[in-house]
T-cell receptor, first 108, second 112 residues
Framework: RKEVEQDPGPFNVPEGATVAFNCTYS??????FFWYRQDCRKEPKLLMS???SGNEDGRFTAQLNRASQYISLLIRDSKLSDSATYLC?????????FGAGTILRVKS | NAGVTQTPKFQVLKTGQSMTLQCAQD?????MSWYRQDPGMGLRLIHY???????DQGEVPNGYNVSRSTTEDFPLRLLSAAPSQTSVYFC???????????FGPGTRLTVT
């Protein structure tokens, strides 16, 4: 079993839609959680950290469920510019483990 | 504040050649890493360092060497390039308190 698993997608959604991605992790000792965004042929960039109580940044909401060992990312009112690959990242010890990413395509 | 810089942006090597990918950061982070990313795959950790003079192997270290003589610089050396090392290489620098990671723009390497 992979340490961090994501549905690869692609998720094809119309502009204005709400879309959610889940990510599961296998190590119960994981300490920190993040979502990164990666545009085609570019470096990953931090989108948001995920806090235990859940957190929101504009149209983006992240949730953590430690009991079930998954994190989620909800994007409301999708924009064309949200089209990218979204990477789930889990930290434990000295390791940061990346999921393979979920592809989102927002279409007009 | 440039963040993480990498050179070169593109490189073509012949099988058996060696080269060094450069990485530098100006955020005074102790933790730095090298990843490779292949089409359709996630980022795979090659080597990492938790401070000057300290390096360790990641998931796919074979064929690569690293050193960390200063906090700022973390070069990656390909000892004898192979076609299987054709990939995009990312260097990253990590805040040791938040574990937020910042990436360089990448080096696209082709080995023929």
């Amino acid at each position: 079993r992979k340490e961090v698993e994501q549905d690869p997608g692609p998720f094809n959604v119309p502009e204005g839609a709400t879309v959610a991605f889940n990510c599961t992790y296998s190590n119960s000792a994981s300490q920190s959680f993040f979502w990164y965004r990666q545009d085609c042929r570019k470096e990953p960039k931090l989108l948001m950290s995920v806090y235990s109580s859940g957190n929101e940044d504009g149209r983006f909401t992240a949730q953590l469920n430690r009991a079930s060992q998954y994190i989620s990312l909800l994007i409301r009112d999708s924009k064309l510019s949200d089209s990218a690959t979204y990477l789930c990242v889990v930290h434990y010890g000295n390791k940061l483990v990346f999921g393979a990413g979920t592809i989102l395509r927002v279409k007009s | 504040n440039a963040g993480v810089t990498q050179t070169p942006k593109f490189q073509v090597l012949k099988t058996g050649q060696s080269m060094t990918l450069q990485c530098a950061q100006d955020m005074n982070h102790e933790y730095m890493s090298w990843y490779r990313q292949d089409p359709g795959m996630g980022l795979r950790l090659i080597h990492y360092s938790v401070g000057a003079g300290i390096t360790d192997q990641g998931e796919v270290p074979n064929g690569y060497n690293v050193s960390r003589s200063t906090t700022e610089d973390f070069p990656l050396r390909l000892l004898s390039a192979a076609p299987s090392q054709t990939s995009v290489y990312f260097c990253a620098s990590t805040d040791r308190y938040s574990y937020e990671q910042y990436f360089g723009p990448g080096t696209r390497l082709t080995v023929t």
